[in-house]
């Protein structure tokens, strides 16, 4: 892709696909945005490609990462935001207006792909949608194999994900980086096994989970490219078992492993980035990197291998930029001065050279106070 | 020679969990009726599984999926020892454990409330999604020492400091623990809670903790 086609991208308010942009060039746009970050404001677009191609932008980009969170601002409940999606992009969009950052999160919740699949999905109307875990589609081991791969056409809430994103892409084009979270194989498996019962069938069972993950990752790849086809340029698939909390690492790269690979080729021959989220307890960076070579990872917990921050930042700092890491009980219960001295702790560990985005852990805790949220974003910019 | 013969049998208890094989489990518990070993020694041979593995839990060596299977394989051998326990019972110190209402996530909890079973509590486990009242009635029915709260989520979390400042109105002297994904040590502390375990492998210590300084009216 030349120059002029990714001006002649931009113009028209989209993101060009940064896969079609050759290294240099985009090394060569990031060291010259960076350049003019010293001098002047850059916006959201070029702040994003300053740090993640590990220069400095003006300030480090902050991901708010609010989700359900946002329905406060139109007063919608719970249940109302997972199931209309005009309802969760005007209070997406809205947030984005009210209280900023760099990146939106797009999603309905996390049910979405597992209640796709047919499992019974509960949407209470004050807290987060979730299975029926008394009626789980998966009853036992040999229900795996029974699982049937199920047409995007006929999956109406993972459709209704994809409404959001062309619409977030129509009405705010350059605004913001709109990102949906894809749940991962095992993630879809528990909401309809339960985890308990998953992770003892990995050591159980491990070919019918094998087969069952095989069918579901054929379906988020349908998805993940339905996503890719509204002009996406980052997608986030949820790898929460490639933890410590989760799997063992040894299982996780013989079970999931290859099948988040596959997730992520196909992110990465669509042009676009993978942003892993991750916030299991000592995620394993070094498997997930191995096996997904994410641009990306989004984390709460320090992984296996790093005993802090600036080991973590000397460890993999050249090889994935880091999404991260204010812990969400303190944006639950923390003074906006306790948040913003814990946003200038994690900057300064992780912000120098670029290669870092402010964040939570996790997703904004979606019943807490949206001020801490503002302060976030506030604080990437005083002291980023 | 009495002595070596149960100590062997009482090691391959210990072996089954650690090594969730509940073949020999069984066998090892046949043997150990045989040689009218008390039940007391095999819990306890269970429990010493059950503890060498806690302490690995999270490690390359003892990850999780693994551990579940041995907690399985545990509450198998306490079930079969339970009638045999049952004269024990008024000894134990009870617990009632839940996840808070509207919260369907068990896998925290379901390990908290085999340890707590394994390690010597008589654990009166209300499931998931338990409303207010209901604990607060188990409280009082079962004269509970412990109550153990899970949550994780953000949203039902909040019915935490209601639970606790209810129980503390009825029962002032039970030790409430609190524990789940959105919660940390200063959320529990301003929820009132007596005692938090960010996860299993510390509860057993942080519970007793707990019970020493809610006994010696000590503050946290």
Known sequence: MSVSEIIDSLRKGRIPPLGLIPDNVLDFLARLTSWRGRRSELSTIERLLATMRHKEPDHVPCAPLVGGAYRQLTGASFREFSLDPNVAIEAGLLGLEVIGGDVLLLGLDLTVEASDFGQTTIYPENSTAHPDYANPLIKDYTDYRKLKRIELKSAPRMQKVVEMSRRALKEKGLSAVFVPVVSSPLSVLAMMRSAERVFKDCVLYPAEVMAAMETVTGVLIDYINALCDTGLVIIAPDMLFAAKSGLGKELWEKMEGPFGREIAEVIHRRNCLVAIHNCGDGPYFDSMVRFMEPEAISFACLPDDCKDRKELKKKYGDQTTFIGNVETPLLYRGSPQQVMEECKKVIDDLAEGGGFILAPGCEYPPNANLLNAIILVQAARIYG | ?220
């Not at chain 2, 072996?15 to 150990?32: G, M, R």
């Not at chain 2, 606790?164 to 919660?183: E, H, N, Q």
């Open chain 2, 1 to 220: 020679m009495n002595s070596e013969k149960n100590k062997e049998v009482l090691n391959s208890v210990e072996k089954a969990v650690q090594e969730h094989n509940a073949d020999e489990l069984n066998k090892s518990i046949d043997q150990a009726g045989k040689q009218e070993i008390p039940t007391t020694e095999i819990r306890q041979a269970l429990f010493q599984g059950l503890e060498h593995l806690r302490k690995k839990l999270f490690t390359p060596e003892m990850p999780l999926p693994k551990f579940l299977l041995s907690l399985d394989v545990l509450h198998q051998g306490l079930k079969r020892l339970s009638s045999a326990e049952e004269s024990e019972k008024s000894r134990a110190i009870p617990v009632v454990i839940g996840v808070v209402e509207g919260d369907p996530h068990d896998l925290g909890k379901n390990i908290i409330s085999r340890i707590y079973a394994a390690s010597g509590y008589q654990v009166y486990d209300l499931g998931t999604r338990v409303p207010v009242d209901a604990f607060i009635n188990s409280v009082k029915e079962k004269q509970a020492k412990v109550l153990a709260l899970s949550s994780m989520i953000s949203t039902t979390m909040m019915q935490m400091p209601e639970i606790i400042k209810r129980v503390k109105a009825i029962s002032p002297d039970t030790v409430i623990m609190v524990g789940g994904a959105p919660l940390d040590l200063n959320l529990a502390k301003s929820f009132g809670a007596d005692g938090y375990a960010e996860s299993a492998v510390m509860v057993l210590e942080e519970t007793e903790a707990a019970m020493e300084r809610v006994s010696a009216k000590e503050k946290w």
